[in-house]
């Protein structure tokens, strides 16, 4: 049972272009996270989605965030318009069906530089 | 929401047994806790969840008092890849999710 999956693990954007982060959950786990980690902080929260379904996005800026987690194929974060400010570690994590659980398995994250 | 107070960090040597305190004065009835920890450049990985009294595994051990405000993880025996960051959370259910919001944890440095 492969792990959570994210691609790509480095990604280079110039400032004003889209930003396209992708999280494979673990076989069987339906919800997944969304966390933005700058260095030599703490992961801060910013989205919680189930298939299909935004659950909670408190913590997603209130423009040019958005994220998706379709019925098949990954979760996506998109990010429009970076800014040098949104260069950052994004992890996702994933947690099984059951909710409550609170053992959820991250992936190795995808470090996004804005140039 | 249940907020976590850790030391920002801890040296120890190899061979050492740490204890890392997390206060969560404000823990509801339902919230577990959870320590995480994270090396450099990876994502956090699951240690320990405990609900009350004590929880042991492979890695690690969990002590929580009767009162639930304190919980401490206990690393036996250290060596220099226990070096990491080491988060405790405190489950805090909205909406039937386990939020799992993240402080700045602890950075424990071990030495030779």
């Known amino acids: 049972n492969a792990g959570v999956m994210q691609n790509p693990r480095h990604l280079v954007r110039r400032r004003g272009q889209e930003a396209r982060l992708r999280c494979s959950p673990m076989?069987?786990?339906?919800?997944v996270y969304w966390y933005r980690q700058l260095p030599e902080e703490g992961l801060k929260f910013m989205v919680y989605?189930?298939?299909?379904?935004?659950?909670?996005e408190s913590g997603m800026p209130k423009e040019r965030f958005s994220a998706e987690f379709p019925k098949e194929g990954p979760s996506i974060l998109r990010i429009q318009q970076v800014v040098r400010g949104d260069s950052a570690a994004y992890f996702c994590a994933s947690s099984p069906i059951t909710t409550g659980d609170p053992e959820a398995f991250f992936g190795q994250g995808t470090r996004l530089t804005v140039v | 929401l249940a907020k976590t107070t850790q030391p920002i960090s801890m040296d120890s040597y190899e061979g050492q047994e740490v204890n890392i305190t997390c206060s969560h004065n404000?823990?509801?009835?339902?919230?577990?806790i959870t320590w995480y920890q994270q090396f450099p450049s990876q994502g956090p990985r699951f240690i320990i969840q405990?609900?009350?009294t004590k929880v042991t595994n492979e890695v690690a051990s969990l002590f929580i008092p009767a009162d639930r405000k304190s919980s401490t993880l206990s690393l036996p025996r250290v060596s220099l890849s226990d070096t990491a960051v080491y988060y405790c959370?405190?489950?805090?259910?909205?909406?039937?999710?386990?939020?799992?919001?993240f402080g700045a944890g602890t950075r424990l440095a071990v030495h030779p």
């Open positions: 989605l189930q298939k299909e379904n935004i659950i909670d």
């Open positions: 959370l405190v489950g805090d259910m909205v909406g039937g999710y386990n939020k799992l919001i």
């Open positions: 404000n823990i509801a009835t339902n919230d577990y």
């Open positions: 076989k069987g786990h339906s919800h």
């Open positions: 405990g609900y009350k």
